[in-house]
């Protein structure tokens, strides 16, 4: 028998006593500890634990749209889908690679490929199609999602795509214009924050909303018809002179902005992978060329703001100029000429002279005033500020290729500002892209007003260019860009190509820049060719032409109506063409009565004498044929002490460009006043004034 202890009864209560006072000390440790996470820690602990519950979701904000000066989109946000696998859920990845390839238009070893990969989530890919996205959602693929997201997308494929730049898969901006201004175009985000329980929202738990701000949109200067016109011209040009690039620019003369900018060839920004960063980037702002001859317009623009020279003045050209260094060549010995002729034949031997006369520090003063050598403050990145020898390190040789537009390098934009400030009668305006920026709600946030960054040359300088650039087009090397209905002014350019430092034989870059119309300026324009492989190199050959269609049709565009009539430009309204009144002041008697019978107008005759002391209508004067002329004769005593005296001709109903060339014809000068056709002048026509004489005319 198993042997039995009898506890006395102390030692029972006792053990009881331990066993109760252990429990009391186990309730009284459980309690402090209690109170230390309820009172001291509890907040924390709360704070903690709604972290844990609470989960944020971004709400991405829509970019803003770009749309051009008329309102037409060039490039929206859409929603789009994207594509995405967890590797983990993916039941049979070989067969579910299988059935996904041929929607998605991959291989399906590259998707299995995705499928093995350790990870938690993978792209398979991005930015698929609507259609896509349903077949996707149709196979019901386990481990198989759909990610919702915007997309850019650019309704015009390649049009303005240099311009536009692109946006990157994440909707951020990485060129052009949504690069510049993506602080505008991006927005913000927004979110909503709850608090969530097994995958469902707690009841009366936290429950915040930020919502998103989109974007803001910009409006463009550019003209969407304008700059297809330029893009279609662009891609012939390239086609049919078999060049390595075709440029052109189109500016708004009254106020910098720029209507049209492109380059051939480009890419599709809803594709810019196809075609990688050198066509991304915008040859018309970004690359720097050896301007040629109508980098002469700045060289002629200083030498008649400071002086030194004047239309008519005369110059020899021999075929060639010495300078220190070299021999300059001229195209041919052009003989005789005056610097309007020397302009229209782009002589260099003249050119040379003028940059010598000139002189290094002047000429410069004046490169940098146009914005050459320097950037235009275009709001566009990856502007190039062009090339210009150190003024200490100028040669002497390096001053006369200079004046020719050799040894310096412009940026396409810096040349077309330049013709811009010519038509814009000396002021130049800062090019620009953005009109303004407005919100969601349609106000506008900021807006783009034209920038007259000084005074370049004086409107009379500006005015005389005017003529002398017209005179390229109407009879000199220019005339390929004569219009249909309006009159243009510009200067052709042909330079020899620099690669590596060296010119390359064969190798040119051909141009022609000027401006319509040319007495009441609306656009200018530049048109470039680089390494034309065709028959012809020459800008007036394959620039000219081009520049003439794209004008025409911006001038259409804008409304701009032709100043010349479709018959001839001196047919009234009736198409009766209209006879000049021969000048015959102080003329011999018998001579006046020849001249005035053989213009086939009528005559009579006042008074006796040997000279012819009045007339009327005046010299120059537009009438229709068989009109009558009114002489009035006098004797030699009345007319003695004129012989450096000059008689004003009439001007009223002539042009601008008409008025110059006549006054210039009889040693006078322009002062022009207005635009349109001339309705007042002073002096009055007849009235006898000293040569070199400015006339005050108002147009209209």
């Not at 214009?177 to 738990?205: C, M, N, S, V, W």
């Not at 001859?293 to 004047?310: D, R």
């Not at 390229?472 to 220019?478: A, I, K, P």
């Not at 004498?609 to 120059?620: A, N, T």
């Amino acid at each position: 028998m198993p042997r039995e202890y009898n506890i006395p009864p102390k030692w029972q209560r006792r053990r009881l006593s331990l066993l109760i006072a252990l429990m009391l000390l186990g309730v009284a440790a459980l309690s402090a500890r209690l109170l230390w996470l309820q009172l001291v820690k509890g907040g924390e602990y709360s704070v903690m634990a709604a972290a844990f519950r609470t989960r944020a979701m971004e709400i991405k904000a829509t970019r803003g749209s770009i749309a051009d000066r008329n309102g037409d989109i060039l490039a929206l946000s859409i929603d789009a889908h994207s594509v995405y696998a967890k590797p983990n859920l993916v039941e049979d990845k070989a067969a579910t690679a299988e059935k996904l390839a041929p929607v998605l238009g991959v291989g399906s070893a590259e998707l299995l490929d995705k499928l093995n990969q350790d990870r938690s989530f993978v792209y398979l890919m991005k930015k698929i199609t609507p259609e896509m996205a349903q077949q996707v959602k149709e196979l019901e693929l386990a481990g198989i999602g759909l990610e919702e997201k915007g997309q850019r997308f650019y309704p015009n494929d390649s049009l303005a795509s240099q311009v536009l730049g692109f946006a990157g898969s994440d909707n951020q901006g990485l060129y052009g214009l949504e690069l510049h201004y993506e602080a505008a175009l991006a927005g913000t985000d927004g979110q909503i924050r709850g608090e969530f329980a097994g995958g469902k929202q707690l009841p009366g738990g936290i429950r915040e909303y930020s919502p998103p701000v989109n974007g803001n949109d910009l409006i463009l200067t550019l003209d969407t018809a304008i700059q297809y016109t330029v893009e279609k011209q662009l891609e012939a040009a390239l086609r049919e002179n078999k060049a390595k690039r075709a440029t052109a620019i189109v500016i708004d003369t009254q106020t910098g902005g720029i209507l049209a900018m492109a380059s051939k060839p480009d890419f599709n920004p809803n594709q810019p992978n196809l075609a990688g960063p050198d066509l991304w980037r915008n040859p018309a702002a970004s690359d720097i060329y050896e301007p040629g001859s109508t980098f002469k317009a700045i060289v002629l623009a200083a030498a008649m703001e400071e002086g030194i020279t004047s239309p008519s003045e005369q110059f020899h050209c021999p075929g060639y100029i010495i300078v220190p260094g070299r021999n300059i060549n001229c195209t041919r010995a052009h003989g005789d000429q005056t610097l309007t002729e020397a302009t229209e034949n782009s002589c260099n031997v003249v050119y040379v002279t003028l940059g010598m006369r000139l002189g290094a520090e002047r000429l410069y003063r004046y490169i940098d005033r146009f914005s050459v050598g320097k950037k235009t403050g275009i709001d566009f990145p990856g502007e190039a500020a062009g090339l210009v020898i150190p003024l200490d390190r100028l040669r002497e040789v390096d001053l006369a290729r200079v004046s020719i537009g050799q040894a310096i390098s412009a940026t396409p934009l810096q040349i077309a500002s330049l013709y811009a400030t010519l038509a814009n009668g000396g002021v130049y305006l800062t090019p620009h892209l953005v009109r303004e920026v407005r919100q969601e709600d349609g106000t506008v946030a900021t807006a783009t007003e034209p920038v007259a960054s000084q005074r370049i040359i004086s409107a009379v300088t500006a005015e005389r260019m005017r003529s002398m650039l017209e005179s390229v087009v109407t009879e000199g090397s220019g005339t390929g860009a004569s219009l249909e209905g309006y009159t243009a002014a510009g200067k052709t350019g042909t330079a020899q190509k620099v690669i590596d430092g060296q010119y390359a034989p064969g190798k040119y870059i051909a141009s022609f820049a000027g401006f319509a119309p040319a007495d009441n300026p609306r656009v200018a324009a530049i048109v470039i060719i680089d390494e034309p492989g065709g028959t012809y190199h020459y800008g007036g050959q394959i620039c000219a032409p081009v520049f003439k269609a794209i004008v025409e049709e911006s001038l259409r565009q804008l409304g701009v109506f032709p100043e010349i009539p479709p018959a001839t430009a001196d047919a009234p309204a009736g198409g009766t063409k209209k006879v000049t009144v021969p000048g015959v002041l102080f003329v011999p008697a018998d001579e006046a009565r020849d001249r005035i019978k053989t213009a086939g107008l009528q005559l009579i005759v006042e008074g006796e004498g040997e000279l012819v002391i009045e007339q009327s209508p005046g010299p120059e004067t537009q009438v229709a044929p068989g009109a009558t002329v009114t002489l009035k004769l006098g004797d030699r005593n009345v007319v003695q002490d004129t012989a450096n005296f000059i008689v004003v001709p009439e001007l009223k109903g002539r042009t601008i460009r008409a008025s110059a060339d006549l006054l210039e014809s009889y040693g006078l000068y322009l002062a022009a006043e207005g635009s349109g056709l001339a309705v007042r002048q002073e002096p009055v026509a007849g009235t006898l004034v000293p040569a070199g004489t400015t006339v005050q005319v108002v147009f209209e």
